[in-house]
């Protein structure tokens, strides 16, 4: 059975680093599919500068002609706050419980992975695939958090067979892009060029709809 990837963020907009990352997983994991999943109400930061409508349609201009990639729109759709726990529950649910699935992270969202809701259950519900990101230190370092430390040591799997339905951790090379949301939302609010930091199809978007005009 092949495995589904995962792909949670607040795409706020969605750009390279995401979709190497996803190209990467997909590709080094063997996955199927990665849904891409734009947060509705991140749990642990602001609300997202721009409407759930519009990241919906920046993601789903970035992934188009991706035949591996697809929107899920769940959490914007749904009026709770968006827990990855429950996402993934409610996949479990509608996949069955034989369905590999992966969680793909980037390695600063999983250094916060304790902060998160019943954070232990993820590791139940998928397995999980942490990318190394610039600027964010990883791989058996001193500042994961102890708890995580743990967990991850029971789990943590080198390169290789992975078997079964969740549970396990990799932690992986990406090509490094130091690209972040942030820094594109400051270039835009300066009326600077993003160009080649995201799609063109979404800067367009970008360009149509007036959006990132201020800080
Ligand atoms: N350049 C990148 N390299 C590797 N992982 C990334 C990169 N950019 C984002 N990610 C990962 O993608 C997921 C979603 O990230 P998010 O939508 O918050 O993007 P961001 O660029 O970090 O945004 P912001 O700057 O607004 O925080 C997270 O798991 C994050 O770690
Ligand atoms: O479930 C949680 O408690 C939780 C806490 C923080 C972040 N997340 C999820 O992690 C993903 C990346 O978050 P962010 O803030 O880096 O865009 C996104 O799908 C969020 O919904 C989830």
Do not use: C
């Not at 990665?34 to 109400?41: E, H, S, Y």
């Amino acid at each position: 059975m092949h495995a589904i990837g995962i792909f949670g963020g607040t795409f706020d907009p969605i750009h390279f680093g995401h979709l190497r990352l996803a190209e990467e997983m997909a590709e080094g994991l063997g996955l199927a599919r990665v849904l891409f999943i734009p947060a509705g109400q991140p749990p642990h930061r602001g609300a997202p500068r721009t409407a759930a409508t519009h990241r919906l349609e920046m993601v789903r201009r970035a992934i188009a002609g991706n035949p591996r990639f697809e929107l899920d729109a769940r959490e914007v759709e749904s009026p709770r706050p968006s827990y990855t726990v429950d996402t993934l529950a409610a996949l479990r649910a509608e996949l069955g419980f034989e369905q590999p699935l992966w969680l793909l992270l980037g390695a600063d969202a999983f250094l916060e992975l304790p902060t998160w809701h019943e954070w232990r259950q993820l590791f139940e519900l998928a397995h999980i695939a942490v990318a190394a990101r610039p600027g964010a230190q990883l791989l058996q370092s001193e500042v994961m958090p102890e708890s995580l430390k743990n967990e991850v040591s029971q789990r943590q799997r080198t390169d290789g067979p992975v078997s079964g339905p969740a549970g396990s951790v990799l932690l992986r090379q990406m090509t490094p892009l130091d690209i972040s949301a942030t820094a594109i939302r400051d270039t835009l609010a300066r009326h600077g060029s993003a160009r080649y930091l995201l799609p063109d199809a979404v800067l367009d978007y970008i360009h149509e709809h007036q959006l990132y005009l201020h800080t």
